[in-house]
C-alpha cells in the first residue's frame, strides 16, 4: 500500500506541476496578446471589413419583414423537440438508431470519432450544434430585399462565426481532446499551450495555427529539386532554364508564369508531384519566372512592371537562350491573369512569338468571383490601400489569411483542435508548407489589381485597360487556348474561368478537374486520383451548358494537356537544350536565390 501512495501522491505532484506550467503558459499569451492590442499606430478603422454597414441592413430588413427570421425560429423549436425525444429515448436505453434530426455532410471531417455517434451525450451535442448552425445560416439566407453583395458578405461571415462555434473546438465539447487531456494527465493542453505561444511570437501576435511541419522540407534538396540554372533576372524576377532528361526536345520552349502570390515551386514540389520534372521528362524545355519576394523598395512597381518585367523579358531572354523565337505560355492563377494580358498586348502589336496558352485556375472575367468577392469593397480597398502606403507593401500573411477563410474548416479550425487541443505537431505536407511561404504584394501593383481587376472588372472589356503603350483586347488572343479549371476552387470558381471561353479567339479546349485550387492542379497521373471532365467549346455556351454536354475520364488531366500541347509544340524535335548551351550564361543553380528571400 505504501508503494500505491507514493505513485499516487507522485501523480498528484506531477499533475499540478503540469496545472502550474499551463497557468504560466496561459498568463505569457495573455501577456502577449494585451501586448500586441496595445501596440502603437493603431489607426486603422474600426470596421475595416466594412461589416457594420451589412450587417444595420440586415437588421433594418428583419424589423420590416420578420418572416425569414419566424421561419427559422420555427424550425429550430421543431428540430429540439425531436432532438430532445430522441435523446430521452437513447437515455432510456431503448433499442434501434433513430434517423437524426441533423446529419454532418458527407465530407465533414469534425465529427469523425465514434463518440459523436456512440455517446448519446456527444451526439446531442453534434445535433444540436448542426441544427442551430443551419438555422442561424438559413435565417441570414433567406432575408429579402438585401443587396447582393451585403448578403454574400452576411452569409460569408455568418458561416465563419458558426465553423468557429462548432464543439469541436473546444476542449469541454471534444471527446478526442478530452480523452487526450485525462491519458496524458494534461501533457497535452500544456504541449497546446506551447504551440499557441510559438504561433503567436512567429507570426508576431496574429492568431495563425502552424499548417505543416516544415523540417522535412529544404529548397532545392527535398522541395523545387528538378535540376536547372537560373539564365537571366531583373529586379522582379529569375528566369529558371530546366536541364532536360530526354534526348530530343519539342522545338518551341515553354515558359511558365506562376502566380506572385506565393512562390513558384508549387508547380516543382516533390518528384512525384513535380509539374515541372514531369513536363521536362514528356520532351518540354521548360522555363519557369521565380518572382521575387518584393519589399518596400519595390512599392511603386505596378501591373504593367510585372508584364514588361515579367513575361516579356523572360520571352527575349528564351529566344536568347534557345535561339527560338516562339514559344508556349502557361499561366497559373494570378499568373494566367497577367498571361491573357500580355498575349492581348502582343496581338495589339502583331507580334505572333506565342503560339500557344495554358491557363491553369485563371481569372480574366471578374464579375463573378465567388467568395473572394466579400473582400472587394471601395471601404475594403481603401483600407488595405492605407495599409500598404504606410509599409509599402501587403504581408503575405495577409493574403493567407483571407484564403484560409475561405475554408476555416480545414485550413483553421483542424488546426486549432490538432495543434492546441490535441498538443500534436502538424504533419509535414508539402502543399501546406509551400502554402505557409507566402509572399508581399507591391503597393502599386495590388491596389490596381483589386480596382481594376476585381472592382471594375476592365480586362474582360476590351479596350477597358491600356499596358505598356497599348489598348488591352482580349479578343484579339487569337492563338490555341487549353483552359483548365478545378471543381471546387473558392479561389478562381470553375463557371468563372469558363467565362474565358467567350473571351478569346481561335480553338479553345476546356477542361475541368475535379478538386480545388490547388490540388486539382497538382495532380500527377501516378496518382491516378480525381478524374477531369472534357466537351466541346460553342460560341454564346454557359457553364452549366457545357457541364451537361461534358463527359467525365478517369486519372489526371495532365495526360490530355500534353496530347494537346504535343501538337503545337512546333512539329519536329530538336535536340535538347542545356541550360548555358545558348546566348545566356547561368547565374546560379536552380532554384535560384530569390525564391529563398524570407
Same mark, same amino acid.
Given at each position: ?60 430588413? %428583419? $424589423?420590416?419583414? &420578420? @418572416?425569414? /427570421? ?7 423549436? +421543431?428540430?429540439? =423537440? #425531436? ?26 471531417r469534425r465529427f469523425r470519432d465514434p463518440a459523436w455517434t456512440e455517446s448519446w451525450v456527444f451526439d446531442h451535442l453534434k445535433q444540436s450544434y448542426l441544427l442551430t448552425a443551419a438555422c442561424v445560416q438559413s435565417a441570414v439566407h433567406d432575408v429579402r430585399g438585401l443587396d447582393e453583395k451585403d448578403a ?18 473546444? %476542449? $469541454?465539447?471534444? &471527446? @478526442?481532446? /478530452? ?7 494534461? +501533457?497535452?493542453? =500544456? #504541449? ?47 528566369l529558371i532554364q530546366y536541364a532536360p532528361s530526354t534526348g530530343t526536345v519539342f522545338r518551341r520552349p515553354l515558359l511558365i508564369v506562376p502566380p506572385w502570390i506565393n512562390k513558384y515551386y508549387v508547380l516543382d514540389l516533390r518528384p512525384k508531384n513535380s509539374f515541372v520534372r514531369w513536363a521536362v521528362s ?13 519589399? +518596400? ?302
Amino acid at each position: 500500500m505504501p508503494d500505491d501512495a507514493s505513485a499516487a501522491g507522485a501523480a498528484e505532484n506531477e499533475t499540478a506541476e503540469r496545472l502550474a506550467a499551463i497557468a504560466a503558459q496561459s498568463q505569457r499569451i495573455a501577456t502577449r496578446l494585451l501586448g500586441q492590442s496595445a501596440a502603437p499606430g493603431g489607426g486603422e478603422s474600426n470596421d475595416p471589413l466594412n461589416l457594420g454597414g451589412a450587417f444595420l441592413a440586415m437588421a433594418r430588413s %428583419l $424589423a420590416a419583414d &420578420p @418572416a425569414p /427570421l419566424i421561419d427559422a425560429q420555427m424550425r429550430w423549436w +421543431e428540430g429540439y =423537440l #425531436r432532438l430532445w425525444e430522441q435523446s430521452a429515448r437513447r437515455l432510456r436505453g431503448e433499442e434501434g438508431a433513430p434517423e437524426p434530426v441533423a446529419a454532418p455532410e458527407p465530407d465533414d471531417r469534425r465529427f469523425r470519432d465514434p463518440a459523436w455517434t456512440e455517446s448519446w451525450v456527444f451526439d446531442h451535442l453534434k445535433q444540436s450544434y448542426l441544427l442551430t448552425a443551419a438555422c442561424v445560416q438559413s435565417a441570414v439566407h433567406d432575408v429579402r430585399g438585401l443587396d447582393e453583395k451585403d448578403a454574400a458578405k452576411l452569409a460569408f461571415y455568418t458561416r465563419q462565426f458558426v465553423d468557429a462555434m462548432a464543439p469541436t473546438n473546444f %476542449l $469541454a465539447t471534444n &471527446p @478526442a481532446a /478530452l480523452r487526450e487531456t485525462v491519458e496524458t494527465r494534461g +501533457e497535452n493542453l =500544456l #504541449r497546446g499551450l506551447g504551440n499557441l505561444l510559438d504561433d503567436l511570437e512567429r507570426n508576431e501576435g496574429r492568431f495563425s495555427p502552424k499548417m505543416s511541419d516544415g523540417g522535412d522540407f529544404t529548397l532545392g534538396e527535398t522541395i523545387a529539386t528538378t535540376p536547372g540554372k537560373v539564365v537571366f533576372q531583373n529586379e522582379l524576377m529569375q528566369l529558371i532554364q530546366y536541364a532536360p532528361s530526354t534526348g530530343t526536345v519539342f522545338r518551341r520552349p515553354l515558359l511558365i508564369v506562376p502566380p506572385w502570390i506565393n512562390k513558384y515551386y508549387v508547380l516543382d514540389l516533390r518528384p512525384k508531384n513535380s509539374f515541372v520534372r514531369w513536363a521536362v521528362s514528356r520532351g518540354y524545355t521548360v522555363f519557369m519566372i521565380s518572382w521575387v519576394n518584393p519589399d +518596400e523598395r519595390l512599392a511603386d512597381k505596378t501591373f504593367e512592371d510585372y508584364m514588361t518585367e515579367g513575361p516579356l523579358a523572360a520571352l527575349d531572354a528564351i529566344a536568347q537562350a534557345t535561339g527560338e523565337r516562339e514559344a508556349a505560355m502557361i499561366g497559373y492563377c494570378l499568373g494566367g491573369t497577367l498571361t491573357a494580358a500580355t498575349l492581348a498586348c502582343l496581338a495589339a502589336r502583331g507580334d505572333g512569338r506565342v503560339r500557344s496558352a495554358t491557363f491553369f485556375a485563371s481569372l480574366v472575367d471578374f464579375s463573378e468571383p465567388g467568395e473572394l468577392g466579400v473582400f472587394i469593397d471601395d471601404a475594403q480597398i481603401e483600407s488595405l490601400e492605407a495599409m500598404m502606403a504606410e509599409k509599402g507593401y501587403l504581408d503575405g500573411r495577409h493574403m493567407a489569411t483571407t484564403f484560409s477563410m475561405l475554408r476555416a474548416n480545414d485550413l483553421i479550425w483542424s488546426f486549432v483542435v490538432n495543434n492546441y487541443l490535441m498538443g500534436r505537431e502538424p504533419m509535414p505536407f508539402d502543399l501546406l508548407f509551400w502554402n505557409a511561404d507566402s509572399t508581399r504584394m507591391p503597393a502599386a501593383m495590388h491596389g490596381y489589381y483589386l480596382r481594376r481587376m476585381y472592382r471594375e472588372n476592365l480586362l474582360a472589356r476590351p479596350g477597358g485597360l491600356s499596358l505598356d503603350g497599348v489598348p488591352v483586347d482580349l479578343g484579339r488572343i487569337d492563338i490555341p487556348t487549353y483552359i483548365v479549371a478545378t471543381r471546387e476552387d473558392h479561389i478562381a470558381p470553375w463557371r468563372a474561368c469558363h467565362a474565358a471561353c467567350g473571351l478569346y479567339r481561335g480553338q479553345r479546349r476546356f477542361v475541368l478537374g475535379a478538386s480545388g485550387h490547388i490540388a486539382g492542379i497538382i495532380n500527377p497521373p501516378d496518382a491516378g486520383k480525381y478524374g477531369y471532365w472534357t466537351g466541346p467549346v460553342e460560341e454564346g455556351q454557359g457553364a452549366e451548358a457545357w457541364l451537361e454536354a461534358a463527359a467525365r475520364h478517369e486519372g489526371s488531366w495532365w495526360s490530355d494537356w500534353h496530347r494537346w500541347q504535343c501538337r503545337r509544340a512546333g512539329g519536329r524535335k530538336v535536340p535538347a537544350r542545356t541550360p548555358g548551351s545558348g546566348a545566356l550564361s547561368p547565374i546560379e543553380d536552380a532554384p535560384g536565390s530569390y525564391v529563398r528571400a524570407p
